[in-house]
């Protein structure tokens, strides 16, 4: 199976989970649970929309009730594809989405950091990109 088959089925897969819901705000356009952290527990990969801006959240579990650990913000409208941590081919603190514009699409890989926030690794421009975009 590969890896944008992968992301087109998770994007198709429906609603989020319920925690995610209650920790990420309205509408979310795309999601998905990974590793990202390290920790035992999966985490919430969340992207919700708000002004032309796409919020990526990164949502842990272990708090009760869950909350939003990271968070960055990217230029864009609609996500044509979320992967997240080693079940998808990346590094296990590694998140890639490819966010679409009326000027194109641009894919972006993030690091989880320690920080509160998600490090801007690469991007890459075009249309229609693959996630095999950000492998070189």
């Not at 944008?4 to 999601?31: C, D, E, K, M």
């Not at 649970?33 to 708000?50: C, F, H, K, Q």
């Not at 801006?53 to 996500?79: C, E, K, M, Y």
Request: hydrophobic share 45%; net charge positive.
């Amino acid at each position: 199976m590969t890896v944008l088959t992968i992301a087109l089925a998770v994007l198709a897969a429906g609603q989020p989970s319920a925690w995610i819901q209650r920790t990420v705000p309205p509408p979310i356009v795309a999601w998905r649970e990974a590793d990202v952290l390290g920790t035992p527990i999966p985490e919430g990969i969340a992207v919700d929309r708000n002004l032309g801006q796409l919020t990526v959240n990164v949502v842990d579990s272990r708090f009760d009730p869950p909350r939003i650990v990271r968070q960055r913000d990217v230029p864009g409208a609609r996500v044509r594809w979320l992967l997240a941590g080693r079940r998808d081919g990346l590094a296990r603190n590694k998140i890639a989405l490819d966010a679409i514009r009326p000027t194109g699409d641009t894919a972006y890989l993030l690091r989880v950091t320690r920080a509160f926030r998600l490090e801007l690794v690469r991007t890459v421009h075009g249309t229609r990109l693959s996630p095999n975009a950000l492998s070189s």
